[in-house]
């Protein structure tokens, strides 16, 4: 049963949301909940995964920005963070993986191997991630500290709230769209990574 002075604090506060009301647009609504809220796939295969560790710390805290909740299904996530050397026979599966993301999504690309290759100008290394996939947030170093990588992800929080065109994602097409990516048997798997080894399209 409710005291007197209970209702009369429910009433006030019904009477209180009665006299103000918020009004923006539905699209700066949802732009405000996806960019505070975040759900990364950290893809770590070298030193940026370790750097990337102390940014999810408390030190640095990852979790200010509402990008805490670390997925590690790409079913469950909508930033992809590419921290690490990316190898050719790595990038069928990056590419694997961005498909099944959910939309929309969102690539942060971590360090110089990630960006570029770093300094790894040979046939096995992938010159960069965004050979394969559309990339939003460049972010360099080697590694790059965790205040660079905040800073990527503050920017990519400002890109979301202004609505900033992405052509680059708009425009892409998966570069094994009849290959390992569909099929998904060994033999495609091999014959898809040979081809690239190879150099052939």
């Not at 809220?37 to 940026?48: I, K």
């Not at 770093?118 to 790059?144: E, M, N, S, T």
């Amino acid at each position: 049963m409710n005291s007197p002075t209970n209702s009369q604090a429910t009433q006030s506060a019904d009477d209180l949301s009665r006299s103000f009301a918020i009004t923006t647009k539905l699209d700066a609504l949802v732009a405000w909940g996806q960019r505070n809220a975040m759900w990364p796939l950290p893809y770590g295969t070298a030193c940026c995964g370790i750097e990337l560790m102390s940014v999810m710390g408390p030190k640095y805290d990852l979790a200010r920005f509402g990008a805490e909740v670390v997925r590690f299904s790409p079913r469950q996530a909508d930033l992809l963070l590419v921290a690490g050397t990316i190898t050719e026979k790595m990038a069928p599966i990056l590419v694997r993986i961005y498909e099944q993301m959910l939309e929309p999504k969102y690539v942060l690309s971590m360090g110089a191997c990630a960006s570029s290759g770093g300094f790894y100008r040979a046939y096995h290394v992938l010159q960069g991630a965004d050979k394969v996939i559309p990339v939003d947030v460049y972010v360099p170093g080697c590694p790059p500290t965790p205040e660079a990588v905040l800073d990527g992800v503050m920017t990519l929080q400002k890109m979301i709230k202004d609505h900033t065109p992405r052509p680059w994602k708009d425009n892409w097409v998966s570069p094994y769209t009849t290959g390992a990516i569909q099929a998904g048997t060994p033999d495609d798997v091999k014959a898809v990574t040979s081809k690239l080894q190879l150099g052939r399209p």
